[in-house]
């Protein structure tokens, strides 16, 4: 198939969003020349170029910005959720993701890939000896509307969880938090109520 042929042949399958003229031209098995870049002149204001890395880049960095600062990615589900929100020509793979976390343009949240490494020492500030002392002082914080409690999570850790109801009409219609299970917690969680009765 000549260039002209496969150029047409790509505008009519829509086949139109391509990284680079040159990508286009090795896909056509063209020689790059004078002549093959006369015949791609012709037909350029169909194709978009580089227009397919725009809109994964801008997908991916979409999905950053919602995520918690310094929280781990779980790479593989970041990719099925990215491409949910992708054109099926525009599928991106887990390699893009590892490179934009990297890069401190797309990454400044300080995300970080989560890997076996990350996760153990993650759980190990949930894997706990919870005390009667400790359990008093979180059953403590207990009030109108307001559930604190030490919950099993499905795994077999610990973490406490903060619920405020409506009654102290909050912003957001209703609270529910979980906390890792130490003291720094139950501050953060007694600094949470007071400001809720405010």
Do not use: C
Request: glycine share 4%; charged share 35%; net charge positive.
């Amino acid at each position: 198939m000549d260039l002209k042929s496969f150029l047409k042949n790509q505008i009519d399958k829509g086949n139109i969003e391509w990284e680079s003229r040159s990508e286009l031209l090795r896909a056509s098995k063209a020689k790059i020349s004078g002549h093959s870049n006369r015949i791609l002149k012709e037909y350029e204001n169909k194709f978009n170029f580089g227009l397919a890395t725009q809109t994964k880049n801008d997908a991916i960095k979409k999905y950053f910005d919602e995520q918690p600062e310094n929280s781990l990615i779980n790479v593989e589900g970041a990719v099925v959720i990215i491409n949910q929100k992708l054109p099926k020509n525009m599928q991106i793979s887990e390699t893009i993701i590892y490179s934009r976390l990297k890069d401190k343009n797309f990454n400044n949240k300080n995300l970080k890939a989560q890997t076996l490494d990350n996760q153990v020492s993650k759980f190990k500030l949930y894997d706990v000896k919870i005390t009667k002392e400790f359990e008093k002082k979180i059953y403590a914080l207990k009030d109108e509307g307001i559930y604190v409690g030490i919950e099993t999570t499905q795994r077999g850790s610990k973490t406490i969880r903060l619920r405020i109801d409506e009654v102290y009409n909050i912003k957001r219609k209703k609270l529910d938090r979980s906390f890792k299970p130490n003291e720094e917690s139950i501050k953060i969680i007694k600094k949470l109520i007071n400001e809720q009765k405010k």
